[in-house]
């Protein structure tokens, strides 16, 4: 086996271009332990085909029970592996529907400080940059306003994600994460500041079923200027058909209509779902 992975570490090297054709035979090549673990020991060396090989296990279903095996192995090791390799990975297992793969890997490679803020909601308040992984923060640039966190590098106290608004329509936000909340009843809550904020066609946190788009939860934001409003209410995750969910930010607007402007700024802190007994 040493000698099988040297060859192929030279192959690989030298064309990379057989790095996709060849990635279907390694994890049966390597799925004894003690191949893997060479394997493993290799690709935590980071030689240049590593990311290559992960690219194209990623885009075969039958290898992403053996990806995300290494990926969560490597996590451990001196070059842990990067955003876009775990990228890849957990979108592909979202995209195969393998949910609970998906989100087991995403929490075995979380690096320390962001096992710290892990919980139903990752990263409620904003304490770290977002990563933009699915069960992660996932924040695009938005023509109409302005996305910081103050609380990440030392800011004040108690983070948060402000949205500063820039005088123009907003519809289709790009504010969002993944959940995977177990079927059952949660309390959701959010605490909500704003400073002259105008949203006139109004401005909401939803929940809704990945897929389907069925909405079980819907809290809406008020305008104008206030300090830590807390907004708290209750949903059902309903068994069987809501495996996967969204949060995100959106708006009722239809249309991008310049009557209808958005302005000011508003600070949402202190993200949490917390599970209810029935």
């Excluded at 790095?19 to 240049?48: G, K």
């Excluded at 996932?138 to 820039?166: A, K």
């Amino acid at each position: 086996v040493t000698a099988a992975l040297d060859q192929l570490d030279v192959l690989f090297r030298r064309w990379p271009s057989r790095v996709a054709p060849l990635a279907e035979i390694v994890p049966q090549v390597f799925a004894a332990v003690e191949p893997y673990q060479m394997l493993v020991a290799r690709l935590d060396d980071n030689p240049p085909w590593r990311r290559g090989l992960i690219s194209a296990l990623a885009s075969q279903p039958q290898s992403l029970a053996f990806l995300a095996r290494l990926l969560t192995d490597l996590t451990a090791g001196s070059t842990p592996p990067a955003g876009s390799e775990l990228n890849a990975v957990l979108s592909a297992l979202l995209k195969e529907k393998r949910y609970d793969v998906a989100y087991q890997t995403f929490i075995l490679t979380l690096t320390p400080e962001e096992q710290a803020v892990s919980g139903y909601i990752h990263n409620g308040r904003f304490q770290i940059s977002p990563t933009g992984r699915p069960f992660d923060w996932q924040i695009r640039d938005h023509p109409g306003l302005t996305v910081s966190y103050p609380g990440v590098n030392g800011g004040r106290e108690g983070g948060g994600l402000r949205v500063q608004f820039n005088n123009t329509p907003v519809r289709n936000l790009s504010l969002r994460q993944t959940l995977l909340l177990p079927s059952g009843g949660y309390a959701f809550e959010v605490t909500v500041s704003a400073q002259n904020a105008s949203l006139p066609k109004g401005l909401l946190w939803r929940i809704a079923c990945a897929g389907s788009n069925k909405v079980v939860a819907e809290a809406p934001v008020a305008s104008g200027t206030y300090q830590a409003m807390a907004t708290k209410l209750m949903l059902t995750v309903p068994d069987g058909e809501c495996p996967l969910q969204t949060l995100f930010l959106t708006t009722k607007a239809i249309g991008e209509n310049w009557n209808d402007r958005y302005s000011g700024v508003v600070i949402f802190d202190d993200f949490r779902a917390t599970a209810v007994g029935s």
